[in-house]
């Protein structure tokens, strides 16, 4: 079997809308590398004594939901991919949403601000609530037969 022949096959053991699950798939792969990152070279901006102990969590909680996310997208294991992959990103999202909303009121006297982070977080949650909402109804893809 030629190597075209295989990709062929694996596109279309993927579900319609395939172009959907395979950016989510991808979503999934940079959220994995986002983690790692933080994880191995965690933002110096965030202070304090539960900074690192923060940073650690969020990032563990990227990679961990991003690795299941990754698996679970397109052969539509959804009430796994809401639990174990959604739940986790988001999770680890609102920590660094609080953390950069912290920063952000702890520092408004001395005119350092955190809106364009905490507007950039909030825009990062978007994929992974839409994703939510389009799995929320059913454990499993019921298009898969």
Same mark, same amino acid.
């Given at each position: 079997?030629?190597?075209?022949?295989?990709?062929?096959?694996?596109? !279309?053991?993927?579900? !319609?809308?395939?172009?959907?699950?395979?950016?989510?798939?991808?979503?999934? %792969?940079?959220?994995?590398?986002?983690?790692?990152?933080?994880?191995?070279?965690?933002?110096?901006?965030?202070?304090?004594?539960?900074?690192?102990? %923060?940073?650690?969590?969020?990032?563990?909680?990227?990679?961990?939901? *991003?690795?299941?996310?990754?698996?679970?997208?397109?052969?539509?294991?959804?009430?796994? !991919?809401?639990?174990?992959?959604? $739940?986790?990103?988001?999770?680890?999202?609102?920590?660094?949403?609080?953390?950069?909303?912290?920063?952000?009121?702890?520092?408004?006297?001395?005119?350092?601000?955190?809106?364009?982070?905490?507007?950039?977080?909030?825009? $990062?949650?978007?994929?992974?609530?839409?994703?939510?909402?389009?799995?929320?109804?059913?454990?499993? !893809?019921?298009?898969? *037969?």
């Amino acid at each position: 079997m030629t190597i075209r022949m295989r990709v062929r096959r694996l596109w !279309e053991s993927i579900t !319609e809308p395939r172009h959907l699950k395979v950016a989510y798939f991808v979503i999934y %792969l940079l959220t994995i590398g986002v983690g790692v990152v933080t994880a191995t070279n965690p933002p110096q901006s965030i202070e304090g004594p539960l900074g690192p102990i %923060l940073t650690a969590i969020w990032s563990g909680l990227f990679i961990v939901g *991003g690795v299941v996310g990754a698996i679970t997208v397109l052969p539509g294991w959804w009430w796994v !991919e809401r639990l174990l992959g959604l $739940a986790p990103i988001l999770m680890g999202l609102a920590i660094y949403l609080s953390v950069a909303a912290t920063l952000h009121w702890h520092n408004i006297d001395t005119g350092s601000s955190r809106l364009t982070q905490i507007g950039i977080i909030l825009l $990062a949650s978007a994929p992974f609530t839409l994703r939510g909402l389009l799995i929320r109804d059913y454990s499993y !893809e019921p298009r898969r *037969g």
